[in-house]
């Protein structure tokens, strides 16, 4: 190999070298630019705020330095309220009464506005911005606000042809969607039907058919949501539904338990006192005849000792008496 044939070779790896650096400096760079477009002032990362259907929530919007206005926009079209730090004025453009706005402050070290909503409800859910205008430009602060709404859970079993059933499991209107699972899940198949609600709730029901040669003893319907505190599970027997919190359930056996000890106890209880009662009568009838039996026979005996004098002396009073001689 000449010298011509390693300089080409050499000027070809490193052509192929800066290549693979630039591929992979794109690759890494490419998300630092997006995260910082995404960071500057008027495209902010949203904050997931989520409660429960009736609860309250609070979002916080502080911010440092001279600011100019300050003011809530709800989905990005409708303005809740204004703080005009300018003219030291504030405005409730909302007339929502579950509305309210705290802590608003303007001054050069710290400038605060809070939202607040009382009894959160289904139409509150979305998208809330606080916007802060200052020498700099226009900041924001954005919340994504999600409702969250607790399913109601029924569950029936239906008989079918070919000694088959059908058990169904329905969480109705929640929000987000529930996850049902079947436990144990190897006894036949199952479906899953979506419905979705105006009011963005979602109906989730579960079909599971099973052949009754496979259903022993029990099936589990086992819903998971975020408004459960754990995963709730609900028994099926095979005799029809029966229902019960998994949660729930060693507080219920701990409570029965205890009654029947509590039972337990009183009828032992009630066994001793009847024995010691029906041992005390026995000995006090015992005692009874005893104390009888002795008095009525010495009653006779001193009885019978005088009459028998008193007819020896009648009789022998009447007896002819022989003369004398």
Same mark, same amino acid.
């Given at each position: ?35 910082? %477009? ?139 969607? %529930? ?18 609600? /105006? ?46 919190? /998994?949660?729930? /359930? ?13 039972? %337990? %106890? ?34 006779? /005996? ?24």
């Amino acid at each position: 190999m000449n010298f011509l044939e390693i300089g080409f070779n050499s000027k070809k790896a490193i052509s192929v070298e800066m290549i693979s650096v630039s591929t992979r400096l794109h690759v890494v760079l490419l998300p630092v630019a997006f995260l910082m %477009a995404f960071a500057r002032p008027g495209y902010p990362i949203a904050k997931k705020v989520s409660t429960l259907l009736g609860n309250k929530v609070l979002f916080s919007c502080p911010f440092d330095g001279n600011v100019t206005k300050m003011s809530w926009v709800f989905n990005s079209k409708l303005q809740i309220a204004a703080l005009r730090c300018d003219l030291n004025e504030m405005a409730l453009i909302s007339n929502n009464s579950r509305i309210i706005i705290q802590n608003a402050t303007c001054n050069t070290f710290k400038n605060e506005m809070n939202l607040q909503i009382e009894s959160v409800q289904l139409a509150d859910d979305g998208n809330y911005t606080c916007e802060i205008l200052d020498q700099r430009g226009v900041h924001r602060l954005a919340f994504s606000f999600a409702v969250t709404v607790p399913p109601a859970i029924s569950f029936s079993t239906d008989n079918k042809p070919n000694n088959t059933m059908m058990a169904i499991c329905t969480a109705s209107n929640g929000k987000p969607a %529930a996850e049902i699972t079947w436990y144990p899940n190897n006894l036949g198949n199952f479906s899953i039907n979506i419905t979705h609600h /105006s009011n963005r709730t979602v109906t989730v029901q579960s079909k599971y058919h099973i052949s009754i040669h496979h259903f022993s003893e029990e099936i589990i319907c086992a819903v998971n949501h975020p408004a459960f505190d754990g995963i709730k599970n609900y028994t099926i027997h095979q005799n029809g539904p029966a229902s019960y919190d /998994s949660q729930l /359930s060693p507080k219920i056996l701990f409570l029965l338990y205890l009654i029947a000890g509590v039972l %337990a %106890a009183c009828l032992c209880l009630l066994a001793v006192v009847a024995f010691t009662v029906r041992c005390f009568n026995l000995q006090i009838e015992t005692a009874f005849r005893n104390c009888c039996i002795s008095r009525s026979s010495q009653e006779m /005996s001193q009885s019978n000792g005088p009459f028998i004098q008193m007819e020896n002396f009648i009789y022998d009073s009447f007896q002819p008496q022989k003369p004398r001689n």
